[in-house]
Nanobody, 123 residues
Framework: VQLQASGGGLVQAGSSLTLSCAAS????????MGWFRQAPGKEREFVAG????????SYADSVKGRFTISRDNAKNTVYLQMNTLKPEDTAVYFC?????????????????WGQGTLVTVSS
């Protein structure tokens, strides 16, 4: 599968941003999808996940209530709506595809990665 993430940029704290990830090459609608992020000098961490049907979502505590993950299986695309951004949200954001119907929270267990898109939040 190929995952192409887009939508990153430089924004001020309190702003909103939407990331998109377009998938090709593997049956998109059969697999869980998610977003991870990696800040400079830190390990990659889980941000949000969504099941194959979109019926269930999960979030890291640090983004719960501010970020929303969604997917459009007809467009083979997963989204991450990020509201009330904080400087600590600054990171490279990666979309990911699971091996199964549910996204893991463990980076080592991800099936495929996108190339990453940089989000920088200024204070």
């Amino acid at each position: 599968v190929q995952l192409q993430a887009s939508g990153g940029g430089l924004v001020q704290a309190g702003s909103s941003l939407t990331l998109s990830c377009a998938a090709s090459g593997r049956t998109f609608s059969s697999y869980g999808m998610g977003w991870f992020r990696q800040a400079p000098g830190k390990e990659r961490e889980f941000v949000a996940g969504i099941t194959w049907s979109g019926g269930s979502t999960s979030y890291a505590d640090s983004v719960k209530g501010r970020f929303t993950i969604s997917r459009d299986n007809a467009k083979n695309t997963v989204y991450l709506q990020m509201n009330t951004l904080k400087p600590e949200d600054t990171a490279v954001y990666f979309c990911a595809q699971a091996f199964g119907q549910v996204m893991t929270v463990t980076p080592k267990r991800v099936a495929s990665w996108g190339q990453g898109t940089l989000v920088t939040v200024s204070s």
